[in-house]
C-alpha cells in the first residue's frame, strides 16, 4: 500500500525567508507527486506535479519543490515566504501505472507567516 | 465555466436519515472522485469514477454508494447517515486520472460540510 508522511503539522516562518514544507513517499515502482494547497473554506487547488525529467520542479506562486529519489522525498520549498502564503499544505503520491491511478493524500501542514 | 460545482454547502442530518451530495463539472472531465477531510487525517477518497458508467471504491467505501450516468454529474448518497460520517466532502475532476506517462491534476470543488447528530 503506497503512503505519504508529512512529518510536520505545522511550519512557522517569517517574511522573506525561505520556507520548506517536507513530504516523504512510500510507492511501489516510480511515483507521480504532486502538492495541493488549502486556504480557509476552500477546495484545494494544484500548485505543482513531479512526473518525471528534471527533479526539481516549479509551479504556481513561486513555490518549487525537490523530487529525491534515494530519500523517498518530495520537500515544498519557496525562496521567500509571503504572508499570503499561510495555508493548509496537503501532499500526494500514486504509483505511475498504465491505468487510472488513486492518488493517497499526506495530513497535511499548516503554513503560518508572520511579519 | 464554473469548473466544479458541489452542493449544499452545509448539511445536518440526523443518525440514519439518507441524502445526495451533488457534484457536477463542466471541463468534460473522465475522471471524478470523492474524498472526506477529517482533522489529522488528510483527504481519503470514498469513491471514484474513470467515465460515465464506471465507478470503483476507494479506501472508505462504507456507508456510501456513488453513480454516474452522466460525464458531467458525479453524486455521493449516504444511505443511512452515522456520527462518524461527520466531515468536510470534496469532489474532484481530472482529465483521465493518472496515466503512464502522463498525469493530470486534480480540480476540486468548494466542499460540503456534513455533520451528522
Known amino acids: 500500500a503506497q503512503s505519504v508522511a508529512q512529518p510536520e503539522d505545522q511550519v512557522n516562518v517569517a517574511e522573506g525567508n525561505p520556507l520548506t514544507v517536507k513530504c516523504t513517499y512510500s510507492v511501489s515502482g516510480n511515483p507521480y507527486l504532486f502538492w495541493y494547497v488549502q486556504y480557509p473554506n476552500r477546495g484545494l487547488q494544484f500548485l505543482l506535479k513531479?512526473?518525471?525529467?528534471?527533479?526539481l520542479v516549479k509551479g504556481s506562486y513561486g513555490f518549487e519543490a525537490e523530487f529525491n529519489k534515494s530519500q523517498t522525498s518530495f520537500h515544498l520549498k519557496k525562496p521567500s515566504a509571503l504572508v499570503s502564503d499561510s495555508a493548509l499544505y496537503f501532499c500526494a503520491a500514486c504509483r505511475a501505472t498504465g491505468t487510472a491511478s488513486k492518488l493517497t493524500f499526506g495530513t497535511g501542514t499548516r503554513l503560518q507567516v508572520t511579519l | 465555466n464554473a469548473g466544479v460545482t458541489q452542493t449544499p454547502k452545509f448539511q445536518v442530518l440526523k443518525t440514519g436519515q439518507s441524502m445526495t451530495l451533488q457534484c457536477a463539472q463542466d471541463m468534460n472531465h473522465e475522471y471524478m472522485s470523492w474524498y472526506r477531510q477529517d482533522p489529522g487525517m488528510g483527504l481519503r477518497l470514498i469513491h471514484y469514477s474513470v467515465g460515465a458508467g464506471i465507478t470503483d471504491q476507494g479506501e472508505v467505501p462504507n456507508g456510501y454508494n456513488v453513480s454516474r450516468s452522466t460525464t458531467e454529474d458525479f453524486p455521493l448518497r449516504l444511505l443511512s447517515a452515522a456520527p462518524s460520517q461527520t466531515s468536510v466532502y470534496f469532489c474532484?475532476?481530472?482529465?483521465?486520472?493518472?496515466?503512464?506517462?502522463?498525469?493530470?491534476?486534480?480540480?476540486f470543488g468548494p466542499g460540503t460540510r456534513l455533520t451528522v447528530t
Open positions: 513531479y512526473i518525471t525529467g528534471d527533479n
Open positions: 474532484a475532476s481530472s482529465y483521465q486520472g493518472v496515466l503512464a506517462g502522463e498525469s493530470y491534476e486534480q480540480y
